[in-house]
């Protein structure tokens, strides 16, 4: 089975703060990675598919880059409504969802 | 518009069974690729079940033998028949629409989801 790893777990950032975060899979998934934001009490969003295909409706702040095993996704300048918590997913070999990445407000 | 709205979920003891449906509308699930997707209290997102539009179907290892996922073209409705549950199985339970770009697959369209607790 393909296991993914996010890092960090969490991360404080402030308005306007450019937020990394990197998702790695266990073995080469090529590009087959996706990107969730979910916030409290909500189903997951879509962000980015295929590694870096915006999804239809996403702010351009979010941007996603890798291949293989390594992946990150960056928000450029964040935003009060972008404070929720960030899953990688692999498509490769059915679906493992990474761990989650938590932005909270510093 | 394209909605998914779950129903069935509830507090069944352990060993009980409990069916859970997703109603579709927007789109044809019979002509998709739909899957389940759970989230213990607290906890992260876990992939639980698949089927594609040609009717395959794949598990997660935690609820392999377990679990069946189905759907009725009739109603356009996914459903999840779940046995045997466990204390573990307790989650918030999505279902969603699996797109595929070129082979990639993606979740673009989610449930409010059902909550589902086992508990004696």
């Known amino acids: 089975d393909i296991q993914m790893t996010q890092s960090p777990s969490s991360l404080s950032a402030s308005v306007g703060d450019r937020v990394t975060i990197t998702c790695r899979a266990s073995?080469?998934?090529?590009?087959?990675l996706n990107w969730y934001q979910q916030k409290p009490g909500k189903a997951p969003k879509l962000l980015i598919y295929?590694?870096?295909s915006l999804q239809s409706g996403v702010p351009s702040r979010f941007s996603g880059s890798g291949s293989g095993t390594d992946f990150t996704l960056t928000i450029s300048s964040l935003q009060p409504e972008d404070f929720a918590t960030y899953y990688c997913?692999?498509?490769?070999?059915?679906?493992?969802f990474g761990p989650g990445t938590k932005v909270d407000i510093k | 518009e394209v909605q998914l709205v779950e129903s069935g979920g509830g507090l069944v003891q352990p060993g009980g069974s409990l069916r859970l449906s997703c109603a579709a509308s927007?789109?044809?699930?019979?002509?998709?690729?739909m899957s389940w997707v759970r989230q213990a209290p607290g906890k992260g997102l876990e992939w639980v079940s698949v089927?594609?539009?040609?009717?395959?179907?794949y598990y997660a290892d935690s609820v392999k033998g377990r679990f069946t996922i189905s759907r009725d073209n009739s109603k356009n409705t996914l459903y999840l028949q779940m046995n045997s549950l466990r204390a573990e199985d307790t989650a918030v339970y999505y279902c969603?629409?699996?797109?595929?770009?070129?082979?990639?697959?993606?979740?673009?369209?989610w449930g409010q989801g059902t909550l589902v607790t086992v508990s004696s």
């Open positions: 295929a590694a870096s």
């Open positions: 089927i594609y539009s040609g009717g395959s179907t």
């Open positions: 927007g789109f044809t699930v019979s002509s998709n690729y």
């Open positions: 997913q692999q498509s490769y070999t059915t679906f493992t």
């Open positions: 073995q080469s998934i090529s590009s087959y």
């Open positions: 969603a629409r699996d797109n595929n770009y070129y082979g990639h697959g993606y979740f673009d369209y």
